[in-house]
């Protein structure tokens, strides 16, 4: 993990930031007499996509989110003779199972954490005993299997691939999300995904989640930004009752949406409802979309009726009102 220091280890004066001619920074100690440099070089991680009687097995860390799985992974350590050697110790380790070497499927930057993921396939064999650190486990067939966002995502990728196996690509899968509706390279809405639908959403290229549902909507996740930030991805809540939709509301999401300008955006609520109207309003009335793209995106969703055909016709209203203001008598 990229870590920074306080204090020099080798003279004890705090320590201070200084730029390289590449452009980004490096923690010195400010005693040119000592000179000591922390050069946070980036830390060897072994993965194992472990193959155990014919599926893959993927794990549960307990520090992680419920129903979110991986590879085993761990830190190379200084008494393993070689990274093979330090990824079936990893295996009997977690897992409890013996195994060998399958093949070496490659390695892959994890930038957020500033690790290098050196992965490999192991064939285990045994009986499943989970070590300390792992909530659960489950087996995978490896057709079924759909990689992630982030480097052992695209190991499994990879080793897929080398089995003749051609995951479908992440922006085909998005349909999977519960009333999904793309609006353009830059904008979609859907109801609420699952931690996984999340981790495809990351592999899609989105930057940023908007979750207009409230904390206790059906189906919501309670750790929702904790799995999204998890996944690299710009987490915002503006929770919106749906039977009191406010127009302070909509002046929010106008905001966020501005403040979100150039990046990827996914709107999403419990079942789609309030994304498709707030993003159909804002397309409408901030950036200016022909009526009838705009409505047809909506009405692939819904058609609002009640309360929310009555917020629609209040924004317009609104709207009206604001562009009399500014003309003057």
């Known amino acids: 993990m990229s870590r920074q220091l306080r204090y020099c280890p080798r003279c004890a004066r705090e320590l201070v930031f200084a730029p390289r001619a590449e452009g980004w920074m490096r923690q010195v100690c400010p005693d040119t007499a000592c000179g000591f440099v922390h050069w946070d070089n980036p830390v060897p991680v072994v993965a194992a996509l472990v193959e155990y009687e014919g599926y893959v097995v993927l794990a549960r860390n307990k520090l992680w989110p419920p129903k979110m799985f991986g590879l085993i992974t761990g830190f190379l350590e200084r008494e393993d003779p070689d990274p093979a050697s330090g990824v079936l110790r990893e295996v009997e380790e977690e ?8 093949g070496f499927i490659g390695h892959y930057p994890f930038e957020r954490m500033n690790q290098l993921i050196v992965a490999y396939h192991v064939r285990a064999a045994g009986r499943i005993h989970l070590g300390e650190e792992l909530a659960e ?16 995502g695209r190991a499994v990728h990879d080793w897929l691939v080398a089995r003749g196996i051609t995951p479908p690509a992440p922006e085909a899968r998005l349909h999977d999300l519960p009333h999904y509706a793309g609006i353009d390279a830059g904008l ?30 059906p189906g919501a996740l309670p750790d929702e930004a904790t799995v999204t930030r998890s996944l690299g991805l710009h987490y915002r809540h503006l929770p919106v009752d749906f039977a009191a939709p406010r127009d302070a509301d909509f002046d929010r999401f106008c905001e966020l949406m501005r403040e979100e300008s150039g990046r990827r955006v996914l709107v999403h609520c419990a079942a789609n409802k309030r994304a498709s109207v707030f993003v159909y309003l804002w397309r409408r009335l901030l950036r200016g979309d022909a009526d009838a793209d705009a409505q047809a995106a909506l009405e692939r969703v819904w058609q609002p009726d009640g309360t929310w055909a009555q917020f629609i016709a209040r924004q317009f209203e609104r709207a009206d009102r604001r562009s009399a203001d500014v003309a003057g008598p």
């Open 95 to 102: 897992l409890g199972l013996s195994g060998d070497i399958g």
């Open 188 to 217: 979609a809405t859907a109801g609420q995904p699952s931690i996984e639908q999340f981790q495809l959403v990351a592999a899609a290229g989105f930057d940023t989640v908007i979750n207009l549902a409230a904390a206790d909507s």
């Open 137 to 152: 486990y489950k087996c995978i067939d490896p057709r079924s299997l759909r990689p992630w966002d982030g480097a052992t």
